[in-house]
């Protein structure tokens, strides 16, 4: 069974810094592109970030970019989101989710809309 549990979210103040970490489990996370998706309140879930199965390939939305830095250890089979300069439009619930299938481009999976296997999430506030 697939299993994302994600944390380290938390109140944080504008300029500041945050580093997400999510624990993937059932399945082998080195086979799948993954990555960071966020749902801030009154609005649908974005992709933030993603990252290749083997390649390092990564995509951000435009955002996070300069800010964002996704990378994954596929032995204790997590994934992180380092976030820098932290601003309240990154105030949201942070996920992370898996490709549906091996060989997908983190493009592709930051923009797919039908990902269904999600964890609990964490919150990130940006508030002074």
């Known amino acids: 069974q697939v299993q994302f549990v994600e944390s380290g979210g938390g109140l944080v103040q504008p300029g500041g810094s945050l580093r997400l970490s999510c624990a993937a489990s059932g399945f082998t996370l080195d086979r799948y592109a993954i990555g960071w998706f966020r749902q801030a309140p009154g609005k649908e879930r974005e992709g933030v970030s993603c990252i290749s199965s083997s390649d390092g390939d990564t995509y951000y939305a435009d955002s996070v970019k300069g800010r964002f830095t996704i990378s994954r250890d596929n032995a204790k089979n997590t994934v992180y989101l380092q976030m820098n300069s932290l601003n309240p439009e990154d105030t949201a619930v942070y996920y992370c989710?898996?490709?549906?299938?091996?060989?997908?481009?983190?493009?592709?999976?930051?923009?797919?809309?039908?990902?269904?296997?999600w964890g609990q999430g964490t919150l990130v506030t940006v508030s002074s």
């Open positions: 989710a898996k490709a549906p299938g091996s060989g997908w481009y983190p493009s592709s999976l930051c923009t797919y809309r039908y990902l269904e296997v």
